[in-house]
DNA sequence: AATTTCAGTGAACAGTTGTTGACAAACATT
DNA sequence: AATGTTTGTCAACAACTGTTCACTGAAATT
């Protein structure tokens, strides 16, 4: 058991063994892949794409069952239990991936290096294209944020709370509004994360294929950004009693 | 057919038939339900009440039962088919009841005639009390808004846009914000809307009896609803190309 | 008083679910 | 080359699901 830990460890020092084991079939064609843990790790994603997948036809994951998942992964049901104890532990590998999503989208907005005109309407752009690339992660977080079973729930707001947290300190290092209190900023960071959540929400439930409808909700969010940051602007920390 | 509908209006207009048919039991201690729709209703609410007390023990409305929900009522699950279609029609039916809170929610909020000072703490107040009221509603609306089956997502929506709508219009009345366009109104209301569900959503799930917390949480609130009329306060409207 | 309407019951159905244990074959380790 | 490890498969299970049909008894209508 300790040696199997050993092992695998090895494995992921070891980036390529030199691999080739001579089989029949032409490299190219058929793509024959190398090693067991390599494999494990892709039937894991399937499951975990198969999950998204349904969710993506209209279903929550909370109404999601084990066999419904591997039949759509392409997998016997039994498969299942080499990867998750339960649909739960699925749950929580999807909120990781969540949570790295928007940990990336925070280090794609880190690029835009702050030419201070029009910030909003181009991060509201950069958060568009990420909504629409990685659409079923946001699905995910978004509507499971406060639906689905405890355990995820509580799990999702681990995940927003790092963020809101990761963004706060930003936007601090930035120099931006440093007349804040660290706790004001906080606070105005989670306004806004709430509000970019509802937004994907809404973003990402409309009919396909309707773009002055598209155009009425990026507005309105762009408006309501605004307006969260001009009440930055003119706050006032209360000052503490003498 | 016909004649049946008929008789039901029949019995709505008239209110109390003289009853006491003479039973044995005292007419206190049980209850003896009256007529046959009266009873016919409140089985109805015993389904829909079954439903929220599940959803209160941490389970989500869309992996609820029909057997699960009968059970909980305390009837047989061929019953249920004598009340509702399926579990779509009960999920609208309780959208239904959703709406209706909020709508006297802000009923209430009206008679709070303003006096402007820290008017956004004492609304606060009342919401709470609301909220620990009808914490069922609020968990379903909340919690399904962007989690359930599309029909029913879409029908809180509906009925939360409506309750913005509604709100702006108060305002207006109100004579609050006067120098805010309609447009922008609605906008603002949609932010302070989705900001109360959050914050209902984030106080709902706290482990009872932490009152530190508890404050916390509605503090951070208070902040977030001050900051958005700051902004809503410096707000100018463009201004139209002549 | 006779008749109709209907909320709730009971038994039964076909289908699906989560979970178990034994097994095969590809892989990894010795 | 022999041995152990492990991913995926197969068959089977008890439990539960949504839905059907015929039925009962009391309330409502005639």
Redesign the interface.
């Known amino acids: 058991m300790r040696y199997t830990r050993y092992t695998r460890f090895i494995k992921e020092v070891i980036v390529d063994k030199g691999g080739g084991k001579s089989s029949a079939s032409g490299r190219s064609s058929a793509p024959e892949l190398a090693t067991r843990d390599e494999r494990k790790l892709r039937t894991r994603s399937s499951l975990l794409d198969a999950a998204l997948t349904l969710m993506q036809q209209?279903r929550?994951f909370?109404?999601l069952g084990l066999r419904e998942i591997t039949r759509e992964a392409g997998v016997v049901p039994t498969s299942f239990y080499r990867h998750f104890r339960d649909m739960d532990e699925l749950g929580l590998a999807l909120v990781d991936d969540g949570g790295a999503t928007l940990r990336s989208l925070l280090r794609e907005a880190r690029k835009e290096s702050a030419p201070v005109s029009d910030i909003i309407r181009r991060s509201v752009t950069i958060y568009k294209e990420f909504l629409l690339d990685r659409h079923m992660h946001f699905m995910f977080i978004?509507?499971?944020?406060?639906?689905?079973?405890?355990v995820i729930?509580?799990a999702i707001?681990n995940q927003v709370n790092l963020f809101v947290l990761e963004m706060s300190q930003d936007l601090r290092r930035l120099n931006f509004l440093p007349h804040l209190s660290t706790a004001?900023l906080q606070?105005?960071c989670?306004?806004v994360v709430?509000?970019m959540l509802?937004a994907a929400?809404d973003i990402l439930?409309m009919p396909p294929d309707e773009p002055t409808l598209e155009q009425e909700l990026l507005d309105?969010f762009v408006?309501?950004l605004?307006?969260?940051?001009?009440?930055?602007?003119?706050?006032k920390e209360p000052v503490a009693k003498p």
């Open positions: 209209g929550s909370t109404s978004a509507g499971e944020r406060s639906g689905g079973s405890p729930r509580s707001r004001t606070m105005l989670g306004l709430n509000t509802n929400s439930d309105n408006k309501q605004r307006l969260i940051f001009l009440g930055a602007i003119s706050w």
